[in-house]
């Protein structure tokens, strides 16, 4: 990685005049054998406070020379670095120099070193012996120039076998020039393709840092664009099954990079060369020197420190570590998550309350689990006994065995004593009515509390309404109750929308309810449930009342004792009048005459006695009647017209069908045919004295004289009305014609 100097380094180096700088040879791209040049120079690091360059084996400030730049690899760099520290005698090159920060008090402090190539070759059980844990090992780099090509580092592959052969844990590394999240993503492949599957105990890491006028400090990325790329890459590492880090300076973190948005799911490493780093942000590795001196490299060689929590950088661990001070830190896919809060899941299978990554032992309530779901914690750890209601964020939830119940409905009991009603999980303070318990039983809710002193009608959320006592549900009860203003019927327990009919109350009253509801409106007859009419005033039966009344379906019936008789037939009067009523209900059709309890027959029209009737009158079996003043005359005999205009013989009070005769009516005789007077006829009739009488219009004409038409076309002769029958001789006509009569009958 790269290695810079002091600038006062720099300044100093320029006395040494004297250096045959023409000899020195430039580490350059694999391919190369050799490069005219300067010494190999290490790549730039960042250090605090000014620039450096530390040149391998010289110190001093050089140049690079190469045919061409790819040639030169990412160590052959001068760069500019953060201001960190402000004198390079301050940049520590031994372990014992190092002070941590506070946060590490209770982690184990793991030596290690990182290395490439130009380490040369390393006996890594020297190494191992000097106290060295860890190493992290580049596999490969890309080049600065604009065309950024990809190599190998031809020493990886013996560093990572010697550096496990002799017990040490290997991580690696590639450095980084990558503009983009496909390059990003490229470097991630190319690494791991280099590995081969190789198994690692540490991180696959992006080395992520500017070379001064290198293709990645030209690209002016933003942080946005520098942290995507670098998400980017760990992605891909870790969707192969190894653990990602990102590799950068203070400068580069705090400057260029949103670390928050990478250290939330990947490890840091930092490089601050200091013995004692201000960086606040995470990290899990701290890259403090590039002067150290380890046995068994004969070069300078970086120094790092791995801030091991327990979980050994194990990516498919997720769950708690108890640190040296007691604490329990949660850890997500061998992570650290220190801005976790919820409930999270040990490998012992239960879950304990997070707070900011760390298990919070005093906090009791809700809390949700990293697939969102809701549980009751006590003492920082879930518990399945409790059921009950549980305080959070503003509302009270249900929870059951220690399950947030979200499909939950019905009344919980509180510690309190009162019972809630619970929707969905949640306590409804807003519910107001009837609610169905668990117990399939229904409650009535004051603003979602049971109200036991309630007794009335209640609503429930489908709209229909029970009778409640004593806050519940009541289905002995059938009667009526008073809600607000009205009266509503009740049946077993149930308002019933659908009755109409009367109702008897506690005060031995029967009220009318027309659709559940009392109507006080209505006076008249309405009909029972049972069949019967009843008559009410203004809503209740009047069981004293007699009489016509009027039904709510137009037809006024008898009534007796407040109930209509419905086999009742005769008249009945309303006021002045008298009505027929047939079959308990007034027959307005009927038209005839009605026998009355007082023994006479009233003449009825349209079912009401017609006191003014006189004369004949049909009645229902078809006979006609003669009536005076509306009433049957049984005594009467003659003569009498009907209010058809026709005229009837009558004998006894009744219209004779089939008579045929002779009748006199105020001293006139009169002709009946079939009933009924004759006007149209004209001939003779034979009386019931034997005599033949000429009839003209219906009416007997005494003064007819002379020869008559008979209506079977004979001429008859005629002496002052009555055929002569012993009668010869000659007689006019009618129509003056001179005709012989023999015996009474003119001979033709």
């Known amino acids: 990685m790269k290695k810079k100097l002091l600038s006062t380094i720099l300044a100093a ?30 790549q730039a690091k960042a250090t605090g406070d000014a620039d450096e360059a530390e040149v391998e084996g010289t110190k001093e400030a050089v140049g690079v020379n190469a045919d061409t730049p790819e040639e030169v690899d990412e160590n052959c760099q001068m760069g500019t670095s953060d201001s960190g520290i402000e004198l390079y005698s301050s940049v520590p090159t031994s372990y014992d120099e190092v002070t941590h920060a506070d946060r590490f008090a209770s982690y184990t402090k793991v030596k290690g070193i990182d290395v490439s190539r130009h380490q040369g070759t390393i006996d890594w059980n020297k190494v191992k012996a000097a106290g060295v844990d860890f190493a992290i090992i580049r596999v490969a780099y890309r080049t600065y120039q604009d065309s950024g090509n990809l190599f190998v580092d031809q020493m990886a592959k013996q560093n990572i076998q010697g550096a496990k052969n002799a017990g040490i844990k290997v991580g690696v590394y590639i450095y980084s020039q990558a503009v983009s999240v496909p390059e990003g993503i490229e470097e991630a492949d190319y690494i791991i393709d280099q ?41 891909e ?5 190894y653990i990602p880090m990102v590799y950068a300076n203070k400068y580069m973190f705090e400057n260029y990079l949103y670390p928050d948005k990478i250290s939330n799911n990947y490890p840091i490493w930092l490089a601050n060369y200091t013995n004692k780093t201000e960086y606040k942000g995470d990290y899990t590795f701290w890259q403090f020197s590039e002067s150290g001196s380890v046995d068994g490299i004969s070069t300078s060689v970086d120094l790092d420190f791995w801030y091991d929590d327990g979980t050994a950088m194990n990516s ?15 850890y997500l896919n061998g992570k650290f998550n220190q801005y976790y809060t919820g409930l999270a899941k040990h490998t012992d299978g239960w879950w304990y309350y997070v707070k900011n990554g760390l298990i919070d032992w005093k906090y009791t309530g809700l809390a949700q689990n990293t697939s969102g779901e809701w549980y009751y914690v006590k003492n920082g750890a879930y518990t399945q006994e409790y059921t009950g209601l549980v305080y959070n964020a503003g509302n009270w939830f249900y929870v059951e065995k220690g399950v947030l119940k979200w499909d939950y409905s019905g009344y919980v009991h509180h510690t309190d004593g009162k019972w809630y009603y619970v929707k969905d999980g949640v306590v409804d303070f807003d519910a107001s009515g009837l609610y169905k318990h668990t117990d399939g039983w229904w409650y009535y809710a004051d603003k979602g509390t049971i109200d036991w002193k309630y007794t009335g009608l209640a609503k429930t959320a489908d709209g229909s309404w029970y009778y409640v006592k004593n806050g519940s549900f009541a289905p002995s009860f059938t009667g009526l109750v008073k809600n607000y203003s009205n009266w509503f019927y ?13 109702v008897k109350h506690t005060d031995n009253r029967w009220y009318y309810v027309n659709e559940s509801v009392i109507d006080f409106g209505v006076t008249g007859l309405r009909r029972h449930i049972d069949g019967n009419w009843y008559y009410a005033k203004s809503g209740i039966i009047n069981f004293s009342f007699k009489g016509l009344a009027k039904g709510d379906d137009g037809a006024w019936r008898n009534v007796k004792n407040g109930c209509a008789i419905n086999d009742f037939n005769g008249l009945v009067k309303n006021g002045t009048q008298w ?68 005229w009837r013989n009558v004998k006894n009070g009744c219209a004779i069908k089939n008579f045929n005769g002779l009748v006199l009516y105020n001293k006139k005789w009169w002709y009946v045919q079939n009933g009924s007077i004759n006007w149209s006829y004209n001939g003779f009739v034979k009386h019931t004295d034997g005599l033949w009488y000429y009839v003209k219009g219906g009416i007997v004409d005494f003064s007819a004289a002379g020869l008559k038409l008979h209506t ?12 002569k029958w012993g009668y010869s001789g000659t007689a006019s006509a009618p129509d003056g014609t001179q005709m012989t009569v023999k015996n009474g009958v003119a001979v033709k």
């Open 316 to 330: 498919s661990f997720t769950g708690f570590r108890q640190m040296t001070d007691g604490t329990w830190k949660y």
């Open 490 to 502: 009740v049946e077993k327990g149930c308002l019933n929308w659908d009755y109409t009919g009367f």
């Open 579 to 646: 009505f027929y009523v047939k079959n308990g209900t007034i027959d307005w059709t009927y038209s005839g005459f009605v026998k009355h309890t007082d023994g006479n027959w009233y003449y009825v029209k349209n079912s009401v006695i017609n006191f003014g009737a006189n004369g004949l009158r049909l009645h229902s079996d078809g006979n006609w009647y003669y009536a005076k003043a509306g009433v049957i005359r049984f005594g009467y005999q003659g003569l009498a017209q009907g209010d058809d205009g026709a």
């Open 195 to 235: 590995l081969g599957g190789e198994a690692l105990d540490l991180p696959v890491v992006l080395d992520y840092e500017f070379y001064t006028d290198g293709r990645l400090e030209k690209a002016d990325l933003s942080k946005e664009d520098g942290t995507s790329i670098a998400n980017a890459f760990c992605a």
């Open 237 to 241: 590492v870790a969707k192969n099954g």
């Open 712 to 723: 079977d076309g004979n001429y008859y002769y005629a002496q002052k009305g009555i055929i």
């Open 13 to 42: 180096a320029m006395l040494f005049t004297s250096a045959d700088l023409s000899t020195v040879t430039v580490y350059a791209d694999e391919t190369q054998e050799q490069s005219s040049g300067y010494e190999d120079v290490q």
